[in-house]
């Protein structure tokens, strides 16, 4: 009885983690096959008038997901020299923007790196607390855990996807 | 030792259940604040040159979120009339949209209806099949269930709100 009582709920855990961490896939294929079909040019090139490149976008996707290493505590940010230009809102002047080629394959080496430590981190790790939150906050709200973050960070990649897209030819 | 194995897996989902929702619900918030703030006019206007308009991603949100309704098994769609025009990924020439303040309150009564239909929804059921899915692929693919269906209509609608909100002054 013992031994159902624990691994049922981590059969459960698992279920969710694997729900979420599919989505987030499905959002990282998405952006992967789009950024690939783009050109340079056209990754060059404002989504709309006035408003940021493909190519700021592509890192600003890796310096916020990058960010996730550090806040679910599984280790350093990978491309730390990303930080500063590019998990604001928008292109700051004089931000020096790394050639396309090289974001392309930070881009991969992040979401290798991200999948190793997923698979990595034991079900129950997923439910404690991340480290942008108190230990106060989060016994009343235990719903704003690590996997939680996971979710916030793929909705804000799906945000930034819906405007690559007009990159694309109509 | 009976009563502790079955509230535990349920107090389990019903955190998970949480987790997707209060991100749903976040941004639900977003899309009616910048729907509350942006002109008519701005409304009117092509997202980007040549993409749709802030009319037609509204109607398209609508019609898409509604169909959860019937995807989930928890009722018919609130707006039938909204799902040939808008479930597409784009303005149909010749589909008649309706007037923009009608479809914000189509969207505030359709939130509401999802928010009462989901608080019904016991928290076993969100991690049975949805309607889209034979009981042969559940069987072989249990996270695509339809807490699942949530999690990527939110994602769906993150993808629209960015680009939203290139409708908001810069």
Known sequence: ???QTSTKPTAEKELFIKMVISN??????????????LSD???????APGRNTGIWIL???IAVNDGMISL???GERLFPELEAGFTGEANKPGVATPPLAELKKQWD???????E???ALPAEEWFTRHNSISPEDFAKEPHRNKLNILINRTNHQSYHLGQLIYLDKK
Chains 1, 2 share one sequence.
């Open 1 to 3: 009885m013992e031994a």
């Open 41 to 47: 040019e056209q990754m060059a090139t404002p989504t």
């Open 117 to 119: 430590y997923f698979s």
């Open 72 to 74: 679910l505590g599984l």
């Open 24 to 37: 987030w896939e499905l959002q990282n294929i998405r952006v992967s096959k789009l950024i690939a079909k």
């Open 59 to 61: 890192g600003h996707l």
């Open 109 to 115: 080496t992040l979401n290798a790196k991200l999948t």
